[in-house]
């Protein structure tokens, strides 16, 4: 079954209240989980970075709820496309606390691929998804 994944950048909105933002992270969880899509959504108090994950219906389904949404606005893709495999198959939706230098470095970063950097790749390159990779590794080793 081919996978695809989204990742995307996006201002909070003004009135998103910190239990705003906890209902929504859970309401996503739980649709996430029954469409098969997985991800991790960085917030940096003012913008939004989140990346799932899941097979094509799952991500469209998810994808429009994204667009849809009232917490957050100016959402500006950054990628779509093909994955061989998840990256991260252990959340169904996770934020995870980031300072504005992260958000900005993974809004930044080159996302023309979703693939992790290999030991044939540029010493020193770094895509989008490896940056992204190291910010939620500690959170992963911790659970």
Do not use: C
């Not at 998810?62 to 893709?77: A, C, F």
């Not at 996302?111 to 998804?129: A, E, L, N, Q, T």
């Amino acid at each position: 079954m081919p996978l695809r994944a989204v990742v995307y950048a996006s201002q909070v909105a003004a009135d998103l209240s910190a239990e705003g933002l906890e209902s929504l992270v859970a309401d996503a969880a739980r649709f996430n989980r029954m469409a098969g899509v997985t991800g991790v959504l960085l917030h940096d108090g003012d913008r939004f970075v989140q990346y799932f994950e899941g097979p094509d219906d799952g991500v469209a389904r998810v994808y429009e709820r994204v667009m849809q949404s009232t917490s957050h606005t100016d959402i500006v893709e950054l990628a779509r496309g093909r994955v061989s495999s998840r990256q991260f198959p252990y959340w169904a939706m996770h934020r995870l606390p980031a300072d504005q230098l992260l958000v900005g470095k993974l809004a930044r970063a080159d996302w023309s691929r979703f693939k992790k950097s290999g030991p044939d790749d540029i010493v020193g390159s770094m895509w989008g998804i490896d940056v992204l990779a190291v910010a939620v590794a500690p959170y992963v080793e911790a659970a």
